[in-house]
């Protein structure tokens, strides 16, 4: 009974200490989130990198970064139970929103599926948010393609108390942290020479990956602390705060400036890297672009962009199949898209400020009566 009131209630349990939050890097996040959404909706011919694939791996790495952030000597309880309880404080957020678009997107599709066991089959690893895991991705994923990023970040989830347990101190994060950069290039090199060709699995949609980059991003962790003890001194200094800020500005410019030299040269390993110190170095909120990011408007929109990615495919072909010759048939390819921008934000806020604690209370209801 204990466990059961636990997992029921360990969304509301408040972390000992409440750290600030990194607004420039949720900023970055929203950033590469809008990119993400954008690769989805409007593909331009031209394209100097591809930023779909850099946002997703910026996305999985700031992520794990920003959960050690948060539990760097704070640690969450670790028990056999606890995977299942940290998964389900940021399951419940999302989860409701996240069958509503699934079925919708059924009933969208309905002409094109048929009603056997297959389909069914397909459905529950649908719902189970184990569609990456099928050895029928490809298929599984037909209901709600979008929905691998959600089956990746859930595992990242499960795993995290064990992998907070891992970055106690810097020289032992420093070695594994070299480790698992080794791991992932191995895994890229072998996979660009044909050595995976055996499975069927497309490795970079995968868990195995991505939780790699997810892992990377919270080794950063200790090191980040190691150094902020020594520049929060300098926090109010007005020239150091000018310093930041030109960092700040710098450091993005510098980023796609390496994406565009070495894209179609490098492997994604080697960018993934480039990525992890582009988190360190934005992560350190002295700048006034820091300021900037904590404005109010700004922060709701950040707010809303998982909500944003759960819906955008339904605004998406909604729109094309039942308004776009009556009404919006004279817009340009960027204007529409911009106008299925400002749909799908308008849907996400009003979800999430309206019905995402409700939908998540029933969750929790729904819960409690079977754990």
């Known amino acids: 009974m204990d466990e ?25 996040k929203f950033i590469g989130m809008y990119l993400i959404i954008r690769m989805h909706l409007y593909c331009h011919k031209f394209m100097p990198f591809d930023f779909g694939i850099r946002s997703c791996e910026l996305l999985f790495v700031s992520s ?15 028990t056999h139970i606890s995977p299942f ?33 297959t389909n069914l089959e397909l459905l529950l690893i649908n719902i189970l948010l184990l569609a990456n895991w099928s050895s029928h991705r490809i298929v599984a994923r037909f209901y709600f393609p979008i929905s691998w990023f959600l089956d990746n970040i859930v595992y990242c989830y499960f795993l995290s108390p064990f992998l907070l347990c891992t970055i106690n101190n ?18 890229e090199e072998f996979l660009n020479r044909g050595a995976f060709n055996v499975f069927d699995t497309h490795l970079h949609c995968g868990p195995i990956i991505r939780i790699f980059e997810f892992y ?64 360190f ?14 404005l109010k408007f700004i922060k709701i929109a950040m707010s809303t962009q998982l909500e944003m990615y759960l819906i955008q495919m339904n605004v998406h072909l909604s729109i094309d199949k039942y308004l776009k010759r009556k009404y919006f048939y ?24 309206f019905y995402r604690d409700k939908f998540a209370n029933l969750m929790d209801k729904i819960i409690f009566l079977f754990v």
Do not use: W
């Not at 309880?85 to 002409?111: A, C, M, Q």
């Not at 980040?224 to 410019?253: E, G, M, W």
């Not at 170095?281 to 904590?294: H, R, V």
């Not at 299925?340 to 009003?350: D, E, P, T």
């Open 4 to 28: 059961k009131i636990s997992l029921y209630t360990f969304q509301n349990n408040k972390k000992s200490v409440k750290r600030k939050n990194l607004n420039y890097l949720g900023f970055n």
């Open 216 to 279: 990377m991003g919270m080794l950063l962790v200790p090191l980040y602390f190691h150094f902020k003890s020594r520049l929060d001194k300098y926090q109010n200094n007005y020239a150091f705060k000018i310093i930041c800020t030109i960092i700040q500005i710098v450091s993005p410019i510098c980023l796609c400036y390496l994406m565009i030299k070495y894209d179609k040269i490098l492997f994604r390993c080697y960018f993934l890297l480039i990525i992890c110190v582009y988190v």
């Open 85 to 117: 309880k940290y998964t389900y404080k940021h399951l419940r957020s999302f989860y409701p929103y996240y069958l509503l678009n699934l079925f919708y997107g059924i009933y969208f599709n309905k002409h094109y599926i048929k009603l056997n066991l």
């Open 64 to 78: 794990g970064f920003l959960v050690g952030y948060n539990y760097f000597d704070n640690p969450m309880e670790f």
């Open 330 to 353: 004279r817009l340009s390819g960027l204007h529409y898209f911009y106008l299925k921008l400002i749909i799908i934000f308008n849907i996400a806020f009003i979800y999430r400020r």
């Open 281 to 294: 170095i934005i992560s350190y909120d002295y700048g006034y672009l820091s300021f900037l990011s904590s």
């Open 170 to 187: 810097i020289k032992n994060t420093l070695k594994i942290f070299f480790f698992v950069c080794l791991s992932r290039i191995l895994a």
